[in-house]
């Protein structure tokens, strides 16, 4: 009653669509280029691991992907600590012009990173952040505060009001209440929130890689240097596309269980 | 939930206000600024007053036409894809298994293309594409298709199409699925002994109680269809000629790759304004949909 019929198939297409292209980067990593370039072979015949230890040792490489982590690691902390006591007042609370800047903050989620890109450039020059991770961070905090807001609120309200006033009675302070009591009941909207912070620091390159010219390149950034005068190195491309994936993937697994529910930002 | 009103609320919300504005305002301010300026280089700026919007919206000058016609791919982008990955999202919610190991291996398996960084999702589509070396373009051709996403207009839309389709469903159906997961069982064993069709199952209640979701759903694909960059960018670079040029690689070529300052904020500005004004009207279609529920709780 609750599915369709002809689901199984549905699914299995849907999730073959789904890896196929990413089993074929993986395939093309483990292949020699002189194998990619001359034959059309599923699976690699000589399968080499030389496309990964070129990236492991060549530290220009691998110094893309710690910036990289450096800057979404910033920036997930930064977001969930910002807007945890703002989704707490959003749920709890009426004040003056709420709604309006509610719906500003959520405009801002919205808003092009195209537009930014120039400004940002120029903020952060003139601030000496320019080339550091903390530059990147606090740009994506543009989309990605509103995003943790917004997910936090929708959690923060499913926590029922008569805890608070229970533990204010019990003579909690504030602050105390709210590290001892609220954090740990929304300890999986944090995660959710977390996740998604990590998940759109993780994946925006255009403002990484405006903010940034050397010592903070992320990996994405580093990735287009594999176009050189000899032609694609498709196999070290390969090689380092899959590595960007793993971080996602290990994420993934650890918050599988509240996917569903932080999709829809808290609020089914 | 009734909320007390409480002023003080404020102090809670300042932080966020702080860093959201020092990362929105400040820069829009400066934008603002070279919007209504013109400069012969030396830093030296006059001021040009509204020329630059006159500019940008008079479809028979250089910039006018190419805002216009970037405008008009982007919407038309946005439509295609939102036509697709909606049904399709919700076919394929429909579809997720509801109990046993499957469903945390689907899952895992749908949130992946969220995750990969989107130049390398590019990446991905670039080199599962190409007749060379990829494994769609080999089949196509092999087929007897003519494809190539490089030289051939058609083929380079159906590649981001299909491209963005395959990045972005996921985030559909499992929106979707979180919605038909809140519905108690037995809401269908009602149906089941009133003898309501699968049809009527999925109109009557699996649909209403999508229907938030799918608002969220709905406003978040077309916001970043929208400003859409890095991935058709790194696939076809905006070509063949401009037929892949979205807003925002107009947008980024003007301001980044010729350095035209003025042009590039007075796009910025009308570009930004039209995705408030579609944001604005989400949400207040939203919140009157939340609105309509806390009424009537025993409707929903």
Redesign the interface.
């Known amino acids: 009653m609750h599915s369709i019929p002809g689901r199984r198939i549905i699914l299995a297409l849907y999730l073959i669509f789904l890896l196929l292209p990413i089993y074929w980067l993986v395939n093309m990593s483990f292949k020699t280029n002189a194998e990619i370039v001359s034959t059309m072979t599923l699976w690699p015949h000589q399968p080499t691991l030389e496309n990964y230890r070129t990236i492991f040792t060549d530290e220009s490489w691998y110094s893309g992907y710690i910036n990289s982590l450096k800057y979404v690691v910033i920036n997930t902390v930064l977001s969930i600590s910002f807007a945890l006591p703002a989704a707490y007042a959003f749920s709890r609370y009426r004040f003056l012009g709420d709604k309006h800047l509610f719906f500003w903050l959520l405009s801002n989620r919205m808003a092009p990173a195209a537009v930014y890109a120039l400004p940002f450039f120029n903020l952060y020059s003139a601030i000496n952040l320019f080339d550091t991770p903390w530059a990147v961070a606090l740009a994506h905090c543009l989309f990605n505060v509103p995003l943790a807001v917004w997910i936090l609120e929708g959690f923060v309200s499913g926590v029922p009001k008569e805890i608070d006033e229970t533990a204010f009675l019990d003579g909690y302070s504030f602050p105390k209440f709210f590290v001892k009591i609220l954090m740990p009941l929304i300890a999986s909207g944090i995660g959710v929130a977390a996740f998604f912070c990590f998940m759109f620091s993780w994946v925006e390159l255009l403002l990484a890689r405006t903010l940034t010219s050397v010592n903070a390149k992320p990996i994405s950034a580093v990735m287009t240097r594999t176009v050189s005068a000899a032609g694609m190195d498709w196999g070290l491309l390969a090689a380092a596309g899959v590595l960007t994936i793993i971080p996602g993937a290990l994420v993934i697994w650890f918050v599988r269980n509240y996917i569903a529910r932080g999709f829809a930002l808290g609020r089914v | 939930?009734d909320?007390?009103?409480?002023?003080?609320?404020?102090f809670?919300?300042l932080?966020?206000?702080a860093?959201?504005a020092?990362?929105?305002i400040?820069?829009?301010m400066?934008?603002v600024n070279y919007s209504v300026q013109d400069t012969f280089g030396n830093n030296q700026f006059f001021w040009n007053g509204v020329g630059w919007f006159k500019e940008l919206l008079d479809p028979s000058s250089d910039l006018g036409e190419r805002f216009f016609a970037s405008l008009a791919r982007n919407l038309a982008f946005s439509a295609i894809i939102l036509a697709i990955e909606v049904p399709?999202g919700i076919?394929?919610a429909?579809?997720?298994?509801?109990h046993g190991w499957t469903v945390?291996l689907?899952?895992?398996?749908?949130?992946?293309?969220?995750?990969?960084?989107?130049?390398?999702v590019g990446?991905?589509?670039q080199?599962?594409g190409r007749p060379?070396?990829?494994?769609?373009g080999?089949s196509l051709n092999g087929l007897g298709i003519d494809y190539n996403y490089v030289s051939n207009a058609f083929d380079a839309w159906a590649t981001v199409v299909v491209m963005d389709v395959?990045h972005w469903?996921?985030?559909v159906a499992?929106?979707c699925?979180?919605?038909?997961?809140?519905i108690p069982d037995a809401y269908?064993q009602a149906?089941?002994i009133d003898g309501a069709s699968?049809w009527a199952?999925f109109t009557a209640i699996q649909l209403p109680k999508m229907h938030?979701?799918l608002l969220?759903a709905v406003l978040l694909r077309f916001?970043d269809s929208?400003?859409i960059?890095?991935e058709p960018f790194v696939v076809t670079g905006g070509g063949p000629g401009n037929s892949t040029t979205f807003?925002?690689?107009e947008?980024?070529k003007i301001?980044?790759g010729q350095f035209d300052?003025g042009k590039?904020a007075a796009l910025?500005i009308v570009?930004?304004l039209i995705?408030?004004i579609v944001?604005?009207v989400f949400?207040t279609v939203m919140?009157h949909a939340g609105a309509d529920r806390d009424n009537n709780p025993g409707s929903a």
Request: charged share 5%; glycine share 2%; with cysteine.
């Open positions: 939930m909320k007390t009103v409480n002023q003080k609320a404020w809670l919300v932080p966020v206000f860093i959201v020092f990362s929105a400040l820069p829009l400066t934008v399709l076919v394929v429909l579809a997720m298994p509801r945390a689907c899952l895992v398996i749908m949130a992946l293309p969220l995750l990969i960084p989107w130049n390398v990446t991905i589509w080199i599962f060379d070396i990829g494994l769609l080999y395959w469903t996921s985030l499992l929106l699925y979180a919605g038909l997961k809140s269908y149906a089941q699968r199952v938030r979701v969220i916001m929208f400003m960059y890095t807003v925002s690689i947008l980024v301001a980044l300052l590039a910025s570009y930004n995705i408030i944001c604005w949400y919140t």
